[in-house]
C-alpha cells in the first residue's frame, strides 16, 4: 500500500466553481478543479504524493491516515 492510499481523497461537483474540485482531509484543502473528474483525481493523487514527500524531507510527522474513518461522517462534513 502506497503512502497516498492510506488517505481519503475526494473528488466532487462544486456548483458554485462550476467544476470538480479535489481534496484530501487532514492533508490539504481544495487543490485542484477541473471539467474531467478522474483528471481531477489524478492531479489530486500527484499533489498528495508530493505533499508526503515534503512533509518527510523536511521531518514532518504525517497526519494520522483517514482510512478507517466512519465514511458517512466524513460525507455530512462535505
Known amino acids: 500500500m502506497t503512502e ?33 473528474e478522474v483528471e481531477v483525481y489524478r492531479q489530486l493523487c500527484e499533489v498528495v504524493d508530493e505533499w508526503i514527500e515534503i512533509a518527510r524531507q523536511e521531518n514532518e510527522a504525517l497526519p494520522p491516515p483517514t482510512i478507517k474513518w466512519n465514511v458517512e461522517k466524513l460525507l455530512r462534513s462535505v
Not at 473528488?11 to 484543502?29: A, L, M, N, T, Y
Open 4 to 36: 497516498r492510499a492510506k488517505y481519503i481523497k475526494i473528488v466532487k461537483w462544486s456548483d458554485e466553481d462550476q467544476c470538480f474540485i479535489g481534496f484530501c482531509p487532514r492533508i490539504i484543502g481544495t487543490c485542484c478543479h477541473g471539467d474531467d
